[in-house]
């Protein structure tokens, strides 16, 4: 695997950015990260502590009068010049990626121009956030709303695309109005810092948006802080649960966007020469570290063979390698804890039941021993019953299910407490309108992978969250709303 120092010179300074500068915290605990391809250390990166939250939710409440009172065209025009200079500055944040969590090069390049899109789309609704009036009686009176920003919001975002992340989120909530305090994993903190450093360069104030690494010591005290207006977290269900009960104390709201178990139904009808691959990509991109990863194949019996043998074909021919080669497509996982967890399922599903291991199964061998490596896998046959095929494994593993008829599909589809998102393969018109309808997921794909562009609404049912990011429904979740009432 290449790994020079110059990959590890490309990082952003991994301290805190509060205020505009960089937080020294003497206490820190300083925790090494290490380059999944190799498992080697890059840099320490200091964890943020009680203090680190203290004094940047002091910041964001100090700056969020005056980034209030700024013109919605003003606004709009700063938005507008830091999506500029994530667009100049994307064959480093690119790089960034494929050091901080191993983001294969191809797909980390393209997280630069969707954050930019985010941020172009939510400028053009800084300046075009409007309140309505109401008809009152009996009274005269003029009763009108206003949506308000809820001055400072904590969010909490993942490791597996932290970039794109930041910029989804972070765009609806600074175009409201508010102040920010991001709390990115201590192991991938990169990119939030440098997206930070670039909100400087646009001319963002200093305390607007506050950058705070750090471990669950950070999370806890941001999420209890009586200093934060709104929260909107990005994870796992446990962690959700712990954080709306330290959320409880303050009455602070809490937008959630969890995990998924998405299927991905293909019946007869499919044309298979675009369901296949757009399955195999959909379930295996990021190595499977995705939340709305379709790994539940759901298969008609009529072509279950035909499609499973196809599946295994295309996963044998993509390339499991270094990230930073352009040619990769399987990446590393993002920790040695990850690679052995992800690897008890594959051993659990293979010796339960009649559940068989197609293709894969094992960690990376050779050059990629070192790194956090597991073969992309398929396994058939799965029984719906089976752990593999109910919990969410976030890793290469795509499990296969057969189902007799539509019925049956929708019943195996909604057999699960999650519900970010689900996929449809068939020509039938009439059938897609109708398994879309019954399926119990927040976003269904038919008949294409998972576009998201900013203008769509996206969020989870059940398990899988509350809230919507994408559109005015982005807007609206970093947004309260006033009502006035004026006597005539």
Not at 308 to 319: D, G, L, N, S, W
Not at 365 to 371: I, R
Not at 405 to 434: C, F, I, K, M
Request: aromatic share 8%; glycine share 10%.
């Amino acid at each position: 695997m290449s790994f020079t120092d110059a990959d590890v010179a490309i990082l952003p300074d991994p301290r805190a950015l509060i205020g505009g500068k960089r937080f020294d915290d003497t206490s820190a605990e300083l925790i090494p990260h290490l380059y999944t391809a190799t498992g080697n250390r890059t840099v320490d990166v200091p964890a943020a502590g009680a203090g680190g939250v203290d004094a940047a939710v002091a910041d964001a409440r100090a700056a969020a009068p005056e980034w209030r009172s700024w013109s919605p065209d003003a606004r709009r025009r700063v938005l507008l010049r830091l999506a500029q200079l994530i667009e100049e500055k994307a064959d480093q944040l690119t790089e960034i990626q494929i050091v901080e969590n191993g983001t294969p090069r191809g797909m980390a390049s393209v997280y630069a121009p969707l954050s930019a899109d985010c941020l172009q789309y939510y400028a053009g609704w800084a300046d075009k956030i409007e309140g309505d009036v109401h008809p009152v009686w009996p009274a005269a009176a003029l009763d009108y709303s206003v949506l308000e920003p809820y001055g400072v919001v904590a969010i909490i975002i993942p490791w597996n695309s932290p970039l794109f992340s930041v910029g989804s989120i972070l765009a609806p909530a600074l175009a409201a109005g508010n102040c920010v305090v991001v709390k990115p994993p201590e192991s991938t903190p990169f990119t939030s810092l440098r997206f930070a450093e670039l909100a400087l360069e646009a001319g963002i104030p200093a305390g607007v948006l506050n950058v705070i690494p750090g471990s669950g010591v950070a999370g806890s005290a941001l999420v209890s802080h009586p200093g934060i207006d709104k929260i909107h977290f990005t994870g796992s269900g446990p962690t959700a649960q712990r954080i709306i009960a330290a959320a409880a104390a303050n009455f602070t709201p809490v937008g959630l966007e969890l995990g998924g178990k998405s299927p991905n139904i293909i019946f007869a009808d499919a044309d298979l020469d675009r369901a296949v691959p757009q399955a195999v990509i959909a379930s295996l991109q990021l190595s499977g570290q995705a939340c709305v990863a379709g790994t539940r194949l759901l298969v008609q019996d009529e072509i279950y063979d035909e499609v499973v043998e196809r599946c295994a074909a295309q996963i044998i021919q993509m390339p499991v390698g270094d990230p930073a080669e352009s040619s990769t497509f399987f990446g590393p996982l993002i920790s040695a804890a990850a690679r052995e967890r992800v690897l008890g399922f594959i051993d659990r599903a293979s010796s339960q039941g009649n559940a068989r291991i197609v293709t894969g199964g094992s960690a990376g061998t050779g050059d990629l021993s070192d790194g956090f490596y597991v073969e992309p896998t398929l396994v058939a046959d799965v029984d719906p019953g089976a752990e593999v095929a109910k919990e969410e494994v976030f890793g290469p593993v795509l499990a296969a299910l057969r189902f007799r008829d539509e019925d049956e599909a929708v019943r195996l589809a909604n057999d699960s407490p999650y519900g970010l998102a689900a996929y449809v393969q068939t020509t039938d018109g009439a059938r897609a309108h109708r398994v879309s309808a019954a399926v119990e997921a927040g976003v269904v794909w038919v008949n294409g992978l998972g576009g998201l562009p900013p203008a769509v609404p996206f969020g989870g049912y059940k398990h899988s969250g509350v809230g919507r990011l994408g559109g005015r429904f982005g807007l609206e979740e970093f947004s309260r709303r006033k009502n006035v009432w004026m006597a005539l």
